[in-house]
C-alpha cells in the first residue's frame, strides 16, 4: 500500500507519515521517461485491455484453423540405413601383427559423410533413373513436371529439376548415441513418400559398393620400406639427443627434451619465482597506495580508519556525547556541572578517537614496510634464477637443434604409418558400409498440417499481437489515471486522491458529513498538507489545474472547509475572475468581490461575506472585470493578502488554470505554497508538465498534487469495498473509502 492509499484509509495516519515535497527547482521534463515499463503496470494495461487481447487471440486462432484447413496434407514415411565405421585390417609393425579397427573417434565426420552422399545430386539421379519416376504419374503430380521432354535441352531440363525435387523431399537424421540413420521422405502421397524413402536406401547401398570397387590402392610393400628407414633415422637421432643430454647436465621436467611443452628445472623454477616477484611487487605498490594516501589525506577521511570498529565504536559515542551535551546545555546551561562533564566528556572521546585514528595508520605503514622487504628478498631470488637460466640457454642450442631433428624424424614417421593404415583398411574391404535395417512403409495420416500446433502457435501469437496492442495503447494514452502515475510522471508527491461521488449526491451535503468519503479524502489531504513543509500548514495556499472543471474550486473549498473544522480563522478567497465558482458552490452573493477591491473601489473588510460554517469566510470575485490579468499584476493583490493575513490564519485562494492565461502565475508569486489538482483520466502527463513547468518558472513553492474524480475499480487495481464503522453499534454509518488492493 503507497503512502497516499493509507492516508485516505485513516486520515489519523496520515499526520504521521506525510511525504515532503522535493527539493527545488526540479526537472519535470526529465521527470518521465519516455517509456518506464515495469510488471505492475504491464498487469494493469493487460486488464485494461482483456477485451483487445481477447480479440487478438480469437482472430489468430480463426487464421490458424483457416490455414490449417487451406494447406495440402504432407505424408512423411521412413527407412532406416546402417552405416558402419569399422573394416577389419591387418597391419605389420616391426614384426607385431594385429587386428585392428578404423579408429572410432572419427565416426562422426564419417557418419555426415555418408549423409552427405546420400543427400547428393548423384545419388538422387540414380534414384531418379533406378525408380523410372520420370514414367510415373504419381511422381509426376507431386513435383508439378510433365514428363520427359521433345527434346534433349528440355529432357535436361526436366531431369535437373526432378532431381531438385527428390533433394528437397528428402532428409537423413542420424541421432548421437546410434549407428542407425533414418531416410525421411516427405510427399502429398503416402505412397510415393515410402518408395522415396527406399529408393534412396537402395541406391546408398549400391553407390557405396561401387565408390570402394572403383577406388584406386597404393603400394603398401612401398610404404612399408620407408616406414622402416624413417624409423631407423628417429632412433639415431633419439639417441644423439640422450647423449649430449647427458654430458651437459641438462634436466626438463620431464623425461622429454626442452621445448616449449617440456620446460628445465631451471626455466621452471624462473617462472614460478619471476610469478612470485610480481605478487610482491603488487602487494608492495598497494601497501604504499595505501599508506601514502593516508598520510596525505585528512586522517578521519581515510577508508581503512573509517572502516576500523574501533574507530566506527567512538564516533558512535562521540555523537552521542555531542548530542547530550547540545541537550544538557539547552536544558541547563552551559555553566552547570553536567554540561561541564559534557564538555571533558566528549574531549576524552575525541582524543581516543584521534589515538584510534593514528594506530589505524601506522598499522598501514607496517603492511607497506614487511611488503617492501619481501619484495627485496625475491627480486634477488629472480636474478639468481636469471643466471642460471643464462647459463643452461648457451648449452640448450645445441640441444634444441638435435631436439628439432627427433620431431621431425617422428612426425614423418607418425605420416607414414597412419598412412600404411589408410591404405591397409581400403584394400582389405569386404563389404559395404551402408546396410538397410528397415523398409518404409506408407504413412496412415499426414505429419502436417497439425491442428493443435497450429492452433498453439496462432495462440501464442495472438497473445504477443494482443499484448503489443495494448502495451502500445497504454503508452500513446497520455491520461493519469492513479497518484502512483501522477507522482512518477512530475516527481512531486500527491497529497490526496479524492473520490468521484455519486452523480444525485452533492459536493456541498458530501462535504458537510464529516465521515463521508470525500469529506475523509480531503481531511487526509489537509493533514498532508500540514505535513509537507518544516514550517507545518502554509498561512497562504494557491490552489489550481491544468484546464477547467478538474475541481480545483471545490478542492479550495474542501481544504478552507477542514481548516476551518479545527478551529482555524480561515478565508476562502475566489481569484477566478473569469470564471467565478465559489458564489455559485456556496449560494453566495457575488455583487461584490475581489475585482471590486482590486479597482480600489471598497475596502478588504466590506468584501469579506460569513458562510453556514464558523470560522470559515469568503471573498468571492466579485464583478467580472474587462481585463483580469491587469488587476492581478497590480499591487493592491499583494495589499489585500497582507491585510487577510492579520485577520485570518489560513487563507485558501482558488485560481483560474494554469494554461493559456498568466493570471495563476501571478497569483502564485502571493502565497506560500501551490496545491495543483489533477482529475483522474481527463489531465495529460504533457498538459501536467506544461503546467507545472510555468509554475516552476515563477519560482512557484508546488507543495503537492491532488488527484480528484477518482473512480476506482478491479482492472485498475483498485476497489471500494474497504469500510470504516463510526457511531454506536445500534447505529454504525459504514463508508467506503478508496484504497488499493493487495496484489
Known sequence: MTYNDYALSDPRRSALAAPSPPNFPVDFDQADPAFNLNVSWVFDSVRRGKWILLGAMVLALAAGLAVTLLTDPVYVAASSIHIEQQVPDTVTVSGDSSTQGAPRADFGRFAQTQIDLIQSRSTAREVLHQGRLLNNPLFLSASGLTGTGQTAAAAKNIEEKAISFLQRSIKVDLPKSTEIASIVASSHSPVLSAALANGFARAAVELD????????????????????????????????????????GIVTANSGGTDGSQPTVTWTGLGEVSSAANAATAQRMAAQQLY?????????????????????GLQTQRAGAEAKLRQDTRTLGSDHPT???DRANLSSLKSELADAAHRVVASLRLQYESAAHQEASMVDRVQQFKNSAL???????????????????????DALLQRQKE????AGVGKSTVAVVDQAIPPRSPKSPSLFLNLSVAL????????????????????????????LAVGLPVLGVVPMIDGDASVIEELNRPRSPLAEAYFSARASLALARPEGLPATLLVTSSSESEGKSTTAYALALSAARLGKQTLLVDADLRRPTVHKLLELSNRVGLSDFLSSNVTADSIIQSSDTPNLSVVTSGPIPPSPT???????????????????DFIVIDSPPVLGIADALLLSVHVEGVVFVAESLSTTRSSLLKSLNRLRSVNARLLGLMLTKFVANRDDGYYYQYYYSYGDDNNQERLPIAIKSAK
Open 209 to 248: 559398393l561401387k565408390r570402394q570397387f572403383d577406388s584406386s590402392g597404393y603400394s603398401r610393400e612401398f610404404l612399408s620400406r620407408q616406414l622402416e628407414m624413417t624409423k631407423e633415422r628417429l632412433e639415431a637421432s633419439e639417441m644423439a639427443l640422450n647423449d649430449y643430454a647427458r654430458q651437459s
Open 292 to 312: 601514502e594516501t593516508a598520510t596525505h589525506a585528512p586522517i578521519m577521511s581515510v577508508p581503512q580508519v573509517l572502516a576500523d570498529s574501533q574507530v566506527q
Open 339 to 341: 554540561v561541564v562533564q
Open 391 to 413: 647459463d643452461e640457454g648457451r648449452l640448450g642450442v645445441r640441444y634444441n637443434f638435435l631436439k628439432r631433428d627427433v620431431d621431425t624424424n617422428r612426425a614423418l614417421y
Open 423 to 426: 591404405v591397409s583398411a581400403a
Open 460 to 487: 501464442v501469437i495472438g497473445l504477443f499481437v494482443g499484448v503489443m496492442i495494448v502495451l502500445l495503447r497504454e503508452q500513446m494514452d497520455q491520461r493519469l489515471r492513479t497518484s502512483e502515475e501522477i507522482s
Open 630 to 648: 491587469e488587476l492581478l499584476a497590480s499591487t493592491a493583490l499583494d495589499a489585500f493578502v497582507t491585510a487577510a493575513r492579520r485577520n485570518f
